[in-house]
């Protein structure tokens, strides 16, 4: 599972600290104080190197013919046009990425990624693409309106027993009066339990949601994410000039909504992408123009 749960507390904290960082950059390329070889190589090339686990569908896998494909592919891919270097894919298991980075297999990673404040000191990221937070999901065949956390009063619940779905549940349910809790053991159980009407709604990693409206359909997400599970690209401490053109790509993405058609390419279905960073980035003029 590529999950990390951060409270909402530490992740403020943890993306000012970031977002200070990034401040620091700025003014010092504005002065010409930074280098970045990493940076200086890719334009020399014209190549950026980007590392993947190609086993996490729809992100990254291995299609019929023995190519990577998927959300990250394109998106890497997308990131290349827009730095005008081309990318070449490196394909390394999930729990060697940060090795890998570390001496230079690759420049960057790009492969469904937590945000990891715990790594702030080894590794600098990106503004997120993605939230793959708890989503609360229900039928669209249901009589009853539910369209946020609210509207849940008098209501069956579904959740992953075990999950941060359970634990967003459970408080709800101390909040919410009528609120009954039923657990399953995997998240298409508590789909497939909404769908046969056991349930009135459920909560549901992101893309979990996402892969059964694809597949299956009937549900559909309603509201904002009930949590952050943030995905983000890492590269070296030492590639600023490369993360602030990793940074202005994503924001041009989000802005002319090629994020989006990402999401609805590879998921089929059209969400709301986060803005993270966005209003830091245009103050401080990282934003692309």
Known sequence: ???????????????ALAAIGLTIWLVLTRLGGVED???????????????????????????HDGQIVGFDVDLA?????????????????????????????????VSALPYDPLLLGDVAYSISYFNAGQVLVVSKSANQQISKVNDLSGKR?????GSEGDVVGR???????????QSYLTPD????????????????DAVS????????????????????????????LDSPLLLKAINEALVEMREDD????????????????????????????????
Do not use: C
Request: aromatic share 10%.
């Open 1 to 15: 599972m590529r999950k990390l749960r951060v409270s909402k507390p530490v992740l403020f904290a943890t993306l």
């Open 37 to 63: 070889e990493t940076w200086a190589r890719i334009q020399q090339e014209g190549l950026m190197r980007v590392g993947m686990d190609a086993s996490w569908p729809p992100f990254e896998y291995m299609d």
């Open 77 to 109: 891919r997308a990131i290349g046009q827009r730095l005008g270097v081309e990318v070449e894919l490196v394909n390394v298991g999930f729990d060697s990425l940060y090795d890998a980075l570390y001496v230079g297999r690759f420049d960057a990673i």
């Open 157 to 161: 619940l579904g959740v992953e027993w």
């Open 171 to 181: 408080r709800l349910q101390k909040e919410t009066e009528g609120l009954s809790l």
């Open 189 to 204: 159980a508590v789909l497939r339990a909404l769908t046969n009407g056991e349930v009135d709604a459920a909560i549901v």
């Open 209 to 236: 949601a996402y892969q059964f409206i694809a597949a299956e359909g009937g549900v559909q997400v309603v509201g904002d994410p009930l949590t952050d599970e943030l995905y983000v690209i890492a590269v070296r």
């Open 258 to 289: 090629t994020l989006e058609r990402l999401q609805e390419k590879w998921f089929r279905v059209s969400v709301h992408v986060p803005g993270t960073f966005i209003g830091f980035l245009r103050a401080t003029g990282l934003q692309a123009r």
